[in-house]
């Protein structure tokens, strides 16, 4: 059956959704993204990415309309996905219609919004025990990589390339620090010390890279935010990547390399644990 997604209030199937050729988000990238779990039918830290949104939404004055969050529960239900496992909901703003010119349109116009849910499937767990793969390549975003903006070239870029070198994740590196993946953030353990890079705007504040954090905290892991160099990377005892639809995800190779014995390791698996354990808290389900 076709889904049903949501274009500048309204909800209509997929293939009747129409956007014009002048859509600022089509010609210039002019425009934000958010997307935001729900397990269960629950939405995870749906507030903390409503604050992302709103924090891009001031920044580059794109305006982003009330009822946002009445927007995602509706878009589950009329999908059927208020009892999936998981679920994803991307929405995507811009600064909307109007003829090509770079600057704002003035007077303004209305903001497209666009919205549609599906449900996510986890990778199995044995693939997950068994471990992921990474490759380094060149960051080439701007200096705004905090903003999530739809221009995503660089990420697409960065994707590609570990596509093609058989890796799951891209490791994007700029002036020799490894900052984050194509789509998730990424942690590395040196011994017992858990350490990604700051929430500067070199990458994008990931609500799953918050969220294990507090976790590290809470379990009393050494947390360190400060930038690592892709040489100290590449000896580090354990790297994972986390984010919505990577959760905490193992890497054992990096650039065809092992990290650390090969294996998913100690500090992974408790966050990953832990992870579920919040989820399950959060989203009132039954515990992991
Ligand atoms: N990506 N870093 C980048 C560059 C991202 O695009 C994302 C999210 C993250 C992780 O953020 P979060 O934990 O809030 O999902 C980090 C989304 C999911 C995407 O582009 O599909």
């Known amino acids: 059956m076709e889904d049903t997604v949501f274009l500048n209030g309204e909800f209509m199937p997929r293939s009747r959704a129409r956007i014009s050729p002048d859509d600022r988000g089509f010609l210039f990238g002019d425009g934000l993204y958010e997307v935001t779990p729900a397990y269960g039918g629950r939405f995870l830290a749906m507030d903390r ?113 570990a596509r093609e070198a058989g890796a799951t994740d891209a490791l994007l590196v700029k002036d020799g620090i490894a900052l984050e993946g194509a789509h998730n953030n990424v942690f590395f353990v040196f011994g017992e010390l858990l350490v990604t890079h700051p929430a500067s705007n070199q990458i994008l504040p990931g609500i799953t890279r918050e969220i294990v954090l507090e976790l590290a905290r809470e379990e009393g892991i050494p947390v360190e935010e400060r930038a690592v160099p892709l040489e100290e990377a590449k000896c580090a005892s354990e790297m994972f990547y986390t984010g919505t639809t990577t959760e905490v995800r193992p890497t054992v190779r990096l650039d065809g390399k092992p990290v650390g014995d090969g294996g998913v390791g100690p500090v992974t698996r408790r966050l990953h644990q832990a992870f579920l354990g919040r989820i399950s808290r959060e989203c009132g389900l039954a515990p992991v």
């Open 49 to 161: 990415h409503l604050a992302r949104l709103r924090r891009g939404s001031e920044t580059l004055s794109i305006p982003v309309p009330e009822g946002i969050e009445a927007l995602h529960i509706e878009l589950l239900r009329r999908n059927h996905l208020e009892e999936a496992e998981m679920a994803i909901v991307y929405l995507q703003v811009t600064r909307g219609t109007a003829p090509r010119s770079h600057a704002f349109p003035d007077p303004p116009v209305p903001a497209t919004v666009y919205a549609w849910a599906k449900p996510f499937q986890r990778p199995p767990m044995e693939e997950w025990e068994e471990g992921y793969s990474a490759v380094t390549t060149p960051d080439r975003r701007w200096t705004r990589a905090d903003l999530k903006t739809v221009q995503l070239l660089p990420q697409v870029l960065g994707q590609q390339a």
